[in-house]
C-alpha cells in the first residue's frame, strides 16, 4: 500500500509538471516563497512554526522536481541544476562518481558561495544532495562556512539520500555558523528563522568540526539534524546495483543493450514489473520500510543550536568525543525509530533541556563514559514508552520499547533528575556518578527489569534513588548514597534492594510506601540521623526484611513518634495478655496487712512441739522415783 501511496504520488507530480510546460527547464521552476505568510503571525512561535510548515514545502516541491527531471529532461538534468524557489534558489546537486568539494561549488555557484575576505566562504542559496549525491565540506588549512540567515531569509544544507561529509583536522577543524550578513556575526535570533543542516536519509559524517548557532523551533529545523524518511528507498550512495539475470532477459527482449539499460524501479525488496501475467505469482504484498540513515560524529563541538543534536529513524549513529552545549533545546536527542546508537565520551552541558534523551520507541541505544552537566532538565532521560495506549489514528504499536542503557557516565548539578527511567524495560543504570539534582536516580511509568547498579549519589536535594508508580522487577544493588534526606525511595512498585551502602542520609535511610509485594530489602548498611533507618510502617504488602546493618543510625524520633510506630494492634493484644498474666500472679496468695506474707506455706501442718524425755532413777525403795537431771 505504501508503494502504490508513493508512486500516486509520483505520478501527480509528473501530471502537475506536465500540464504547466511553460514551466521546464527545472531553472524555471518557480515553487512557492520559502516563507508565505497569509496573515502575519501575532507571535515568535506561531511565526516559526509558520517557517517549519514552508521549509516542508519547499523541499517537498524540490522532491517533486527531481524526482521528474530526468524523465522529462534526460541527461541534461542529471547535472547539477538550480531552482527558483521563491524568496531564494536552491542548488541541487545530482548523483556523480566523485564527492562534490568546496571547488566544486565554487564553480557551480560562484555568486551565491563566495570566498570572503577573511578567508572563510558564505553560502547565500540552499544546497539539495540529490540521492546518491556526495558533498565533502573540507579544506585544506581548515574551512569555516557560514550560512546566511537574516530577517529577510536564511539558508539550509538538505541531504536527501545523500552523503554529507563534514572533515577537519585537529589542527585546524572545520567550522560551520550561521551568519548574519547586516550584522558581520552568528544570527542569534530565532524569531524569524534561522539556517540548518539537515540530513534525511543516506548516510552523515562529521569529525573535527565545530558547528554553531543553527536552527529554529523543530527537531528536523533545529540545527544539525539527522532524520529517516517513510520514502521507499532508492538505492545506496554508490549508484545502482547489478541488474539480475531475470532483467537482463527483459532487457535482451526488448532489443536494449543490458549494460545500458536502465534497471526497474524498486524498494527495497520490491521490484515494479510491468501489467500482464505475473513473473512469479503470489498473493502476498510487501509494504516498505522507512529509509533510515546512518551517520558518525566524532571530535567535534555543537554549541548554541535549538536542538544541538536531532536524530530520528536512524541505524548505527555513533557519537563519540562530542561536545554538545549551550543548545536553547534539548542537547543529544534519540527522538524516534532509533536503533543500535553508541553514544561514548559526550559532553552535553549547559543546555535548556535534558543533557541527553532516549525517546519512546528508540532500542538498544548505549550511553557509555559521557557526561550531563548543567542542564535545565535531566541529565540523561530514558523512555520507553509505548506509542499508544490502545487503538489511535495512526494506529501506532502499543509495546514498549527498551535495551537503553546508561553506564560509567557522570550527572552533575543538573536541574531537575541526574537520571530518569519513563517505562520500557530491560533498561540498565550502571557504575555511574550523580551529584546534586532534585533527585538522582528516578525510575517510574510502570517500567519493568529496570536494574540500578553500582552507582555513586550525593547531594540530592530529596531522594537518591526512587522506584516509584508499578515499576516491577527493579533491582536496585551495590549502590552507595551519600548525604540525601532519604537514600532510596520505593512507592507501589516492587524493587530488590540488596547490598547498598547508605551514609549520611538525614530522614530516613530506606522507604517503602503502598504496595510492595514482592520486594526484598537485605544485606543494606545504613548510617544517618533521623526518624528511621527502615521505613516501612506505610508499606501494605508483605516483604522480606532480613540482615540489614543499622547500628549505626541515631533515631532522631519522638516517644510519640515510636509509641506510634510500634504500637500495632497485634503489639497492643499481646502486651494487654502480658499484662493481665503478672497482674493475676501478683493477685494470688494470703496477704498480711495489704503485705504478701512470708510465713511457710505449710506452717499449720507442723508437729507440735515437745519436751525432751528425761531420765528417772529409784531413791530408796520401789516406789520412790527420782528425777536425774
Do not use: C
Not at 540530592?460 to 534526606?485: L, P, S, Y
Request: aromatic share 6%.
Amino acid at each position: 500500500m505504501a508503494v502504490k501511496i508513493h508512486w500516486i504520488r509520483r505520478s501527480v507530480a509528473i501530471g502537475l509538471l506536465v500540464a504547466a510546460g511553460s514551466a521546464w527547464p527545472p531553472a524555471a521552476v518557480t515553487a512557492a516563497p520559502i516563507h508565505p505568510v497569509t496573515e502575519a503571525p501575532t507571535t515568535g512561535a506561531e511565526r516559526q512554526a509558520a517557517l517549519v510548515n514552508d521549509e516542508d514545502r519547499r523541499l517537498f516541491q524540490v522532491r517533486a522536481v527531481t524526482a521528474v527531471a530526468p524523465i522529462k529532461g534526460g541527461v541534461n538534468w542529471t547535472k547539477p541544476y538550480r531552482l527558483d524557489t521563491g524568496s531564494g534558489y536552491t542548488l541541487v546537486l545530482t548523483q556523480q562518481s566523485a564527492d562534490y568539494t568546496i571547488a566544486d561549488l565554487l564553480r557551480l555557484a560562484p555568486q551565491t558561495f563566495v570566498r570572503q575576505g577573511d578567508g572563510s566562504y558564505l553560502l547565500t542559496e540552499n544546497l539539495y544532495l540529490n540521492a546518491g549525491a556526495k558533498l565533502q565540506l573540507s579544506n585544506p588549512g581548515g574551512l569555516t562556512l557560514r550560512l546566511a540567515s537574516t530577517s529577510n531569509g536564511f539558508v539550509s544544507i538538505v541531504s536527501f539520500g545523500g552523503r554529507l561529509s563534514v572533515e577537519g583536522t585537529p589542527q585546524a577543524p572545520t567550522t560551520i555558523t550561521s551568519w548574519d550578513t547586516r550584522a558581520n556575526k552568528p544570527d542569534t535570533d530565532v524569531n524569524d528563522g534561522r539556517a540548518y543542516i539537515r540530513a534525511i536519509g543516506g548516510q552523515f559524517s562529521m569529525t573535527y568540526a565545530k558547528v554553531s548557532n543553527l536552527g529554529f523551533w523543530s527537531g528536523r529545523t533545529g540545527g544539525l539534524s539527522l532524520t529517516g524518511t517513510d520514502r521507499p528507498s532508492i538505492g545506496n550512495v554508490d549508484g545502482p546495483g547489478p541488474m539480475s539475470k531475470g532483467q537482463r532477459r527483459r532487457a535482451e527482449a526488448a532489443g536494449q543493450d543490458p549494460a545500458k539499460a536502465e534497471a526497474p524501479p524498486s524498494a527495497g525488496d520490491v521490484v515494479a514489473q510491468p501489467s500482464g501475467p505475473l513473473v512469479t505469482p503470489d498473493s502476498r504484498f510487501t509494504v516498505p520500510g522507512q529509509s533510515y540513515i546512518s551517520g558518525k560524529i566524532s571530535h567535534s563541538t555543537i554549541s548554541g543550536n535549538t536542538f544541538g543534536l536531532f536524530v530520528s529513524s536512524a541505524n548505527g549513529i555513533n557519537i563519540s568525543d562530542t561536545t554538545v552545549e549551550d543548545s536553547l533545546e534539548g542537547g543529544v536527542l534519540m527522538h524516534r525509530y532509533v536503533t543500535g546508537a553508541v553514544i561514548e565520551r559526550t559532553t552535553s552541558r549547559r543546555n535548556g533541556g535534558a543533557g541527553f534523551v532516549v525517546s519512546r520507541a528508540t532500542r538498544e541505544v548505549r550511553i557509555s563514559g559521557s557526561t550531563a552537566e548543567g542542564n535545565g532538565g535531566n541529565g540523561f532521560t530514558l523512555s520507553g514508552q509505548p506509542l499508544a495506549t490502545g487503538p489511535s489514528a495512526s494506529g501506532e504499536s502499543t509495546a514498549s520499547y527498551g535495551s537503553n542503557s546508561v553506564s560509567n557516565s557522570t550527572a552533575r548539578d543538573n536541574k531537575h533528575y541526574g537520571i530518569e527511567i519513563l517505562g520500557g524495560m530491560d533498561v540498565g543504570v550502571q557504575n555511574n556518578t550523580v551529584v546534586g539534582s532534585d533527585m538522582g536516580i528516578v525510575a517510574r511509568h510502570g517500567a519493568e527489569k529496570v536494574a540500578i547498579t553500582g552507582n555513586r549519589l550525593r547531594g540530592q536535594h530529596r531522594q537518591g534513588i526512587a522506584v516509584r508508580d508499578g515499576v516491577t522487577a527493579a533491582t536496585v544493588t551495590g549502590n552507595v548514597v551519600e548525604g540525601v534526606k532519604t537514600a532510596i525511595y520505593v512507592r507501589d512498585s516492587a524493587a530488590e534492594v540488596r547490598g547498598n551502602t547508605i551514609q549520611q542520609a538525614t530522614s530516613h535511610g530506606i522507604t517503602f510506601i503502598g504496595q510492595t509485594r514482592g520486594s526484598v530489602i537485605s544485606y543494606n548498611v545504613v548510617a544517618g540521623v533521623g526518624p528511621s533507618a527502615l521505613d516501612t510502617g506505610r508499606a501494605n504488602s508483605d516483604m522480606v526484611i532480613s540482615r540489614n546493618q543499622t547500628f549505626a543510625w541515631h533515631d532522631t524520633s519522638s516517644f510519640w513518634v515510636k509509641f506510634r510506630h510500634y504500637a500495632s494492634p497485634m503489639t497492643l493484644l499481646w502486651t494487654g495478655i502480658l499484662l493481665v498474666i503478672l497482674f493475676a500472679a501478683m493477685k494470688g496468695g494470703p496477704r498480711v496487712s495489704g503485705r504478701r506474707s512470708a510465713r511457710h506455706p505449710y506452717a499449720d501442718k507442723a508437729p507440735l512441739p515437745s519436751p525432751p524425755p528425761r531420765e528417772l532413777a529409784r531413791a530408796g525403795g520401789w516406789g520412790n522415783w527420782v528425777q536425774v537431771r
